[in-house]
């Protein structure tokens, strides 16, 4: 009656050589982009490793290679011992393993080269989106295919979060990729301005939920009780935090766009949303924490219980932290600031990082069959990531309080105090060296980590294919007692739980979408709003391809503090043409909503060419390649031609004069340039920026 | 403006909802066996559990 099968452990080996591989990568990316922010040159004077190209590279590598691989690493674990079967099919998981691999690979390549779509998270182009999409789909039949031939009819709570882990990436992916391609790497996004700005939030936010979280509550939920011997505290806490958390998360999008354009309904949603996560969010932490009642003994002895202590800790501070910050009145202070760095990474490093070092120090002595090859070593890595976390997060919450109450301090005589932006920013780079350091400290450990596993493995052998046995599930299955119960029978339909949690998740977006999308009055139209000029639009490219969005916003929100500083505040009509949309979240650099006409075309070039003559001390990089570069004015028509498709009201026809109007109005610039005595040829890159920059804001500019 | 009113009826309607769900949940016993599913993954018995000696000894 019972069947023998073997549990493929090479897989699960496979995704953690990955993980700690692109962890590396990532973090090192990271720490490069971290000391460029104090020390420009850093970018070694290349156009592929400065800031705005990198840290996408960063976020992308962190994400999606180093979470997104021991995310798998963990299913792949769990979910065959859980269920009592070998994965679906090992060709699917080879598929699974290379693609997403190769996924990464032309991430690293494209970043660098520019081809960004710069929304946040989900940077890349639309040929690595479908590949994505491909790679995602099998895993899910992969990930169904073993649930359908379970040996175990019932689906431990941690399979839950996987199941909603695969549903709501998918939606979240999908709909935030809607693009229509103009070439093989440039696509502009279906939506426009407000919009858009909608979609890229709940993308974005619902990123760290379903890809950050879920799946990592599902492996605590495997992990954490094996680890401890200890079954989890409260199996009921757990089915009321799963459907709570997965209904409500959806929703929180819109606190990333607070005293935006954003209809102000959609961003009180949002707040509400987000306050009401805290319950949800504490109970995935205290269940996590209490299951090691009685166990905390052996955390003060096993490194590996340390590291998930801290991440659950780290997990439960950052969910607290979330819903303040979503407040209106903290998010004034906090938004565009490094409060909000330090927010992600107390995420990041403690939630995804610690779980990951701790799950690894677990798994892999025992696919290897040899104890962890030094407990001193894994003490030291806990300690120094630890410290690291806490270098990291202190010094860039002091820099967001800081900056964020210079930016809005007034003197007595109703002016800014520091008009200057640049003023708040060198205040607060000492705290960018600290950062750095403790990045190092944090990617130390990781490194000692790598060397303590390699270890390990050199010590042992891999048992590939580990046996295992257990009874076929019976065709004729009567549930008595308790597993007659509705949760229980659900917990026994995969399919049925998976619908259902589809229709909870996509309630909270369609709620938000739909009236944003279809009722008119969000969006007041402005009449004196006009589509871009050609050499506008290549401009927008150029600025899109630079990164620029990393460091400067185009969202100036209604505080007299902004007004005062940038002009007039942004209107919901301003960005009906901006596809995509380019509010930013970050101002590492002054907003950019109202640039142009602020200063002269010489001045740009100047301050692109080494901006230390024009504003010393600066941190920003100088853009010499865009005055070397010829501007590409080949893509000029398919993109009018797109733009229009999209809605933007070109005239008929306009596409075949759009590049002799680009020429005569790049002629004017260079002409202009050359009053100043500066020379330089109208077809090269650095003047159709310029012109973008010389439009931003003006078309409802009071003079 | 007006639209707030109707959007604090719904938002009571249904926290009143899952109020009664939750409710109905705990009075129909739904959750009167929460153990057997936590402990069962303990009860694994690995082979390589089995075979991985705990030692204390230290390469490093």
Redesign the interface.
């Known amino acids: 009656m019972t069947e023998k099968f073997y549990y493929d452990n090479k897989i699960v080996r496979n995704f953690a050589v990955a993980t700690i591989v692109w962890g590396i990568i990532g973090m090192t990316v990271g720490l490069l982009a971290a000391m460029q922010l104090f020390k420009p040159e850093l970018n070694m004077g290349s156009q592929y490793t400065t800031f705005g190209r990198i840290r996408p590279l960063h976020t992308n590598a962190v994400i999606f290679a180093f979470v997104g691989n021991a995310i798998f690493m963990g299913v792949y674990y769990s979910l065959q011992?859980?269920l009592k079967a070998r994965m679906f099919s090992d060709m699917l998981s080879k598929i699974h393993f290379w693609g997403w691999q190769l996924i990464i690979v032309s991430a690293v390549i494209t970043l660098p080269l520019g081809f960004t779509s710069s929304h946040e998270y989900a940077e890349l182009e639309w040929p690595i989106d479908i590949a994505i999409t491909v790679i995602w789909v099998v895993f899910g039949i992969n990930m169904f295919g073993t649930i359908i031939k379970r040996r175990e009819q019932?689906m431990?709570?941690a399979i839950w979060f996987y199941i909603a882990t695969f549903v709501t990436v998918a939606v979240l992916h999908i709909v935030n990729s809607f693009q229509l391609p103009i070439s093989l790497f440039k696509s502009y996004y279906l939506y426009a301005g407000v919009q858009d700005a909608l979609v890229q939030w709940w993308y974005g936010h619902n990123a760290v939920a379903f890809f950050l979280t879920t799946p990592y509550l599902g492996m605590m939920y495997?992990f954490l009780?094996?680890m401890a011997?200890?079954?989890?505290y409260?199996?009921?806490l757990s089915?009321l935090h799963f459907w709570s958390l997965i209904f409500i998360y959806i929703w929180a999008g819109p606190h990333h766009l607070l005293y935006t354009s954003l209809p102000s309904?959609a961003q009180s949603l949002g707040v509400v949303f987000s306050i009401m996560l805290i319950a949800p969010s504490w109970g995935g932490m205290i269940n996590g924490l209490l299951t090691l009642r009685g166990a905390w003994d052996k955390v003060r002895e096993d490194a590996t219980l340390k590291f998930m202590v801290v991440g659950l800790t780290a997990y439960g501070m950052a969910t607290f932290e979330g819903p303040m910050l979503a407040l209106k009145q903290i998010n004034a202070i906090a938004h565009y600031t490094d409060w909000i760095v330090a927010h992600v990474h107390v995420g990041a490093l403690g939630w995804n990082g610690f779980l990951t070092f701790g799950i690894l120090y677990w798994l892999i002595?025992?696919?290897y069959?040899?104890?962890l090859?030094?407990?001193?070593?894994a003490a030291f890595h806990f300690w120094i990531g630890t410290l690291g976390i806490i270098f990291y997060a202190v010094p860039l919450y002091f820099a967001g309080f800081t900056q964020g109450l210079m930016w809005k301090q007034f003197t007595e005589d109703g002016m800014l105090k520091y008009p200057n932006f640049l003023e708040t920013l060198l205040q607060i780079i000492p705290m960018y060296v600290l950062r750095a350091i403790g990045g190092a400290m944090y990617l130390i450990g990781v490194i000692v980590m790598t060397y303590?596993i390699i270890?390990t493995a050199r010590?042992g052998k891999l048992?590939a294919n580990?046996?295992?046995e257990a009874q076929p599930l019976s065709k004729t299955y009567e549930a008595v007692?308790?597993d007659k119960?509705?949760?229980?029978i659900l917990?026994r339909k995969p399919m049925v739980f998976m619908v259902l949690s589809l229709i909870v998740i996509l309630i909270g977006g369609m709620i938000e979408m739909m009236p944003t999308f279809t009722i008119k009055s969000n969006i007041p139209t402005i009449s004196s709003v006009k589509p871009y000029s050609p050499l506008e639009l290549q401009g927008r490219d150029l600025y899109i391809r630079e990164g620029c969005v990393s460091c400067h916003s185009q969202m100036i929100r209604p505080f007299r503090s902004e007004t005062e500083r940038y002009g007039e505040y942004s209107k919901a009509g301003e960005f009906v043409y901006d596809h995509p949309f380019l509010w930013g979240s970050k101002r590492i650099g002054p907003d950019l909503a109202r640039e142009g006409d602020k200063y002269s075309n010489a001045w740009h070039f100047n301050h692109l060419l080494d901006p230390q003559t024009m504003s010393p001390g600066s941190i920003m990089p100088p853009y010499e390649w865009l005055i070397n570069q010829k501007l590409d004015t080949t893509t000029t028509i398919a993109k009018i031609n797109a733009m229009r498709t999209l809605g933007v009201p070109y005239e008929p026809g306009f596409e075949h004069k759009a590049n002799s109007h680009l020429n005569n109005q790049a002629k004017e610039i260079a002409a202009d340039l050359r009053k100043s005595n500066v020379r330089v040829q109208s077809d090269k890159e650095i003047i159709a920026i310029i012109a973008y920059l010389q439009r931003l804001g003006t078309d409802i500019k009071a003079k | 403006m007006n639209?707030i009113y109707l959007l604090i009826g719904c938002s009571i309607l249904l926290a009143l909802m899952f109020l009664l769900a939750f409710f109905w949940m705990i009075k129909?016993?739904?959750?009167?066996?929460?153990?057997?599913?936590?402990?069962?993954?303990?009860f694994?018995d690995?082979?390589?559990?089995r075979?991985?000696?705990?030692?204390d000894?230290?390469?490093?």
Do not use: C
């Not at chain 1, 011997?229 to 989890?232: E, K």
């Not at chain 2, 690995?46 to 559990?49: G, I, T």
């Not at chain 2, 075979?51 to 030692?55: P, R, V």
């Open positions: 011992r859980l019932h431990y709570v495997y009780p094996k011997n200890r079954p989890v409260s199996y009921k089915i309904w002595p025992r696919i069959r040899t104890p090859y030094s407990k001193k070593l303590n270890k010590a048992l580990e046996p295992a007692g308790s119960k509705i949760h229980r917990e | 639209m129909s016993g739904q959750n009167d066996d929460t153990f057997t599913p936590a402990v069962r993954i303990l694994d690995e082979v390589a559990e075979e991985i000696q705990i030692s000894e230290d390469h490093a």
